[in-house]
């Protein structure tokens, strides 16, 4: 089985993927601002030579709402696409053999083209007509050639999303682990459990008297699990061990876990 993207390579998928999101939700809602734009501007248009003022100042929101979406898409994507080819070119990619194709190329060109067209119309305002109209003859082409850029980003972000991803896979490099996956121990539970549990009646003569009735009566040799500081120790116990030895042997401040019995090492001169 193959890791999720935000994991693979180590986990350098996971910006990667937060930026792809980034470009595609700017871009979705540059889509709804500018197709009510172009609906704007063709009742503005319509009512030529004498628009609606109301229109016109909503119109005129619209389209600044639109211009200001349209820089965060190319910012967004062109920030994705310089982190997306640095994360590569680490783990041996050709970058631009990943990320040039000719559907992301066709993007980029088209996009440099709207700004410098937008940028090159002349100053027009509502007051001469002529100008005006011959400004919002412009601006809606560019405007609906900016909303089929946007489409074909779907496409783009689509096709990188695979082609990176097939990248990182193939880099060689182990994916992050999700913690969700793995494996829980009886240590680990134990580790955990000593955290988070009361403190323990100290370890005197009564509890090792106790602790001796305990491994008489069973069976089988029990585990005497010895924790400090997250080290775990197990000492297996039987009817023939030396608990005196093994008492002394053991770590001051020490939690023990026998069956159901727990305690705590006290200091070296109170044993």
Known sequence: MTAPFRRAAGGAGATVQWLMWGVAAVAAVFAVVAGFDLVYLSRVEAALPEPDLDLLRAGQGLGTSELILFWGVVI?????FVLTSRALQRLGEDANRVLLTPWSITFQVGALATIIAARTLPGADAVNADEFGARLRWIAPILAARLGLVALLGVVLFTLYRRVYAALLRSGVAP???PAEQPV???DLLQRASVISLPAPPADDAWW???AGLIAASATPLNLVETL?????????DAGTDLAALRAALRPGARL???????????AHDR
């Open 76 to 80: 967004v994507y062109a920030l994705w």
């Open 176 to 178: 992050l682990r999700d």
């Open 185 to 187: 121990t009886l240590l």
């Open 209 to 211: 008297s106790e602790a």
């Open 229 to 237: 500081d997250g080290d775990i120790r197990q000492h297996q116990v």
């Open 257 to 267: 876990n026998l069956a159901e019995l727990s305690g705590e090492v006290p200091p």
